[in-house]
């Protein structure tokens, strides 16, 4: 049964798989609000029973949802209606909760974890550190409205900010943290922006399937003086976010 009420076939031989058939069924549907307030499409298992096909077919109808950014997959949740992609704008001042509230979104940060380690060679060629020189190793996650939008493992200088992981667990903002260590202000030196398939880390700390891409930004930040305090790698949810680069900002 369709959201309204009356049965949809698909055609075998039609000369449109029977997969594409689904998708823009579905798709029309979701253009219609044919899935409630919640936004929440049937399970595999019942969409394969309405269509009289295989969760394979099905799975693969939903994935083209999700790859033009129609639905958000969700592990152990389900497929929800995506409501539209946020904004993230990328400028000389990238500011994570900056940017949500301007858009009238809740942002919410965690650290994960926090390990000093040595400094592998691109890690300390970016930072512009000494051979082995330590660092700190911060990976985080934030989330909009209480959705997973981005997960990140950045490195800090360890010499100059010995107290940040102790600091991010007070307060989970880092221009506060970074504030406290004498660094008042600091700038997006550059990024590098791409995509790819998540492995399963990723994948699971944005609650996504390991079929939908993900895109992912690496940068530099500078303090007011250009010297480097941050080399990272960010890995956004596609189907939440349009990277915007303004770099008059």
Do not use: C
């Not at 298992?45 to 639905?71: I, P, Q, S, W, Y």
Request: hydrophobic residues 45%; charged residues 20%; without cysteine.
């Amino acid at each position: 049964m369709t959201a309204s009420g009356s049965a949809v076939r698909v055609e075998r031989g039609a000369g449109v798989a029977v997969w594409r058939q689904i998708e823009q069924i579905l798709a029309k549907e979701i253009a219609a609000n044919g899935f409630g307030d919640d936004g929440r499409l049937p399970s595999e298992g019942e969409l394969a029973k309405r269509f009289d096909v295989n969760r394979h077919t099905v799975r693969r109808a939903v994935m083209g949802l999700a790859a033009n950014g129609l639905v958000s997959i969700e592990q152990g949740r389900g497929t929800f209606v995506q409501p539209g992609a946020i904004d993230y704008l990328i400028g000389r001042r990238t500011r994570f909760t900056e940017n949500l509230r301007q858009q009238h979104h809740a942002a919410e940060g965690q650290m994960l974890s926090a390990v000093r380690m040595t400094a592998e060679p691109a890690v300390a060629q970016e930072l512009v550190l000494p051979a082995r020189a330590a660092v700190w190793r911060i990976e985080s996650l934030h989330a909009a409205d209480g959705v997973p939008l981005t997960y990140a493992r950045n490195w800090y200088p360890a010499a100059r900010f010995p107290d940040l992981p102790s600091l991010l667990k007070e307060n989970s903002s880092i221009t506060h943290a970074l504030a406290s260590l004498g660094v008042t202000d600091y700038l997006r030196k550059w990024s590098r922006i791409g995509s790819v398939l998540p492995d399963t880390e990723i994948a699971w700390r944005l609650g996504i399937n390991r079929q939908q891409p993900v895109l992912w930004v690496e940068n530099v930040d500078v303090d007011l003086e250009d010297v480097p305090i941050k080399y990272g790698i960010t890995h956004f949810a596609a189907d939440r976010v349009q990277l915007m680069v303004d770099t008059s900002l």
